[in-house]
């Protein structure tokens, strides 16, 4: 069975949209494209390095799309990411000129690859299919690098169908920008109790 890894750039809000680039993703008049930049230094440098090594991508389309457009001609930012199998989430596309390229139509296509053989499979950028993950439980981590500001409007991360489940901190640390970067497995249901009791 592969893992299926989500890696997401988020505000302390939730917000996910276009962390990236000003015209990355403009849907619903979003105006805040690019607010990753200013938060970029060496720690934070260093652990995308160690996240970007060569996994398996399971992406939306739109998400896709854009990745498809900037990263086969820039491939020493993230060095593998053309030969990896991209796994693409979409009932409209069947195709594309990126290599390695292969397109799904439903949940069930999901749940036969993640019970197939192979690398761990990551999941970046891509919204609405994150959700689906999430509603159907088939999320065993959670990469996040959560910014220290708040957007209001936008795409969301934990936006709507989540279901409760429990995670466990794996890895933590803090850029000195104030980023906070947390990596959480999957840990069964969610426990309650009183507390002090």
Do not use: C
């Not at 000129?97 to 053989?117: G, H, M, Q, R, T």
């Not at 993950?133 to 969301?156: A, F, H, M, R």
């Amino acid at each position: 069975m592969r893992k299926i890894i989500v890696l997401s750039m988020i505000t302390l809000d939730g917000v996910m949209q276009a962390p990236g680039a000003p015209e990355e993703d403009t849907s619903g008049a979003f105006k805040y494209g690019g607010w990753v930049a200013p938060y970029f230094d060496e720690v934070y440098g260093k652990v995308l390095e160690k996240q970007l090594k060569p996994a398996d991508l399971l992406l939306g389309r739109k998400t896709f799309e854009i990745f498809a457009d900037y990263w086969p001609e820039h491939e020493n930012g993230w060095p593998g990411i053309n030969d990896v199998t991209k796994y693409v989430m979409s009932k409209t596309m069947k195709k594309s000129d990126w290599k390695n390229s292969v397109f799904l139509k439903s949940l069930a296509d999901i749940e036969k690859l993640k019970n197939s053989k192979g690398s761990d499979i990551q999941v970046h950028g891509s919204d609405e299919l994150i959700q689906l993950l999430l509603k159907n439980d088939l999320v065993d981590e959670l990469w996040l690098k959560i910014y220290p500001l708040t957007l209001g409007k936008g795409k969301k991360l934990f936006d709507n169908g989540t279901i409760p489940a429990a995670f466990t901190l794996i890895e933590s640390s803090v850029t000195p920008s104030g980023v906070i970067i947390a990596n959480y497995k999957r840990a069964g249901k969610v426990k309650t109790g009183t507390v002090g009791a």
